[in-house]
């Protein structure tokens, strides 16, 4: 039996992107998850999971789409890893979005990797 089996996620993950991706926004739900907690879920036009929203990379997303959803569908935003992202005080890094207008040298082609 492979353990792999377990520990991948239904919503995308670091371990899912080769680099920095440009994706598109299709829709925006909320979910509720296990723990009874309200998150918001963007999907995506391109063939990938979809993006379970923290509270930072809602704000990030709110900052340059605006604060109304509706609005971020047909809008392209750029998913990337962070690796300094900590959580419950471990440096574990982490996805973390931004405009694709963003002029860093680390931006490229998008890619993605993982299983899908």
């Known amino acids: 039996m492979d353990v792999g089996n377990y520990l991948s996620s239904r919503y995308l993950s670091k371990e899912d992107l080769n680099g920095d991706a440009i994706l598109t926004v299709r829709d925006v739900q909320p979910t ?19 993006m379970l929203l923290n509270k930072t990379n809602l704000r990030s997303i709110a900052a340059f789409l605006g604060k109304e959803t509706d609005d971020w569908k047909g809008q392209d ?32 082609a998008p890619t993605m990797g993982g299983a899908q």
């Open 32 to 50: 509720t998850l296990d723990n009874n907690e309200e998150k918001l879920v963007l999907m995506f036009t391109q063939p990938c999971k979809p």
């Open 77 to 108: 935003v750029c998913v990337y890893v962070k690796p300094d992202v900590e959580f419950k005080g471990e440096t574990v890094g982490g996805l973390r979005v931004r405009s694709p207008n963003w002029n860093t040298p680390e931006a490229g």
